[in-house]
């Protein structure tokens, strides 16, 4: 004989909630109900991940982020330029850092291209104004001495420039702000590796310079 089951209904606690009353409680915790949700997501579908309920300047927002875009793409030039240039004994370990720095902001650069493209935008990378529209300089430098602290000032740079629209951006558009804090973050990191290469060449490098 064949085992009958009953499925009883278990008695929970959000199921007991009639949708009006779940529409209250998400209201006062600052929540948008289940059915405004819905239905705001079905309109303007074609704007892909950009719903009603984003609130920046998205315009804006492109803008810094194309600013930012150029940035990174003149780091990732200085830095190459920098890795075949660089020669003599001490530039061993260097120029594997400038190699690095290098693939790390290219890196950058395609995160705020495809941010840029989530936001309805298009990345901007024409040649033409590129380094007018990068915050930071693109200096190629005689000795390694030269060569690090130029790239020392550009991270300085984009340290400032990331930090200023991470707090521009605030809670408006979280996706962006964690793009934005993410590589200014890195941005710390390749300061701090070139202040100590600094440091490490210091006295020898200088004695170099005062030689040319
Ligand atoms: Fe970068
Ligand atoms: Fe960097």
Redesign the pocket.
Known sequence: MKATTTITAQPGTTASRTPRQEGIVKEAIGLTDVKTLRARARQGIEDGAMTAGYKAKAETVIKLLNDALATEIV?VLRYKRHYFMATGISSLSVKGEFLQ?AT??QV?ADQLAERIVQLGGAPNLSPEGMLSRSHSEYVEGESLVEMITE?LI??RI?IDSYREMVTYVGTDDPTTRKVLEGILA??EE??EDLASLLKELGPQAHSHDSNR
């Open positions: 780091c720095h790390e902001e950058h790239d550009a991270e984009a890195q941005e390749h300061a």
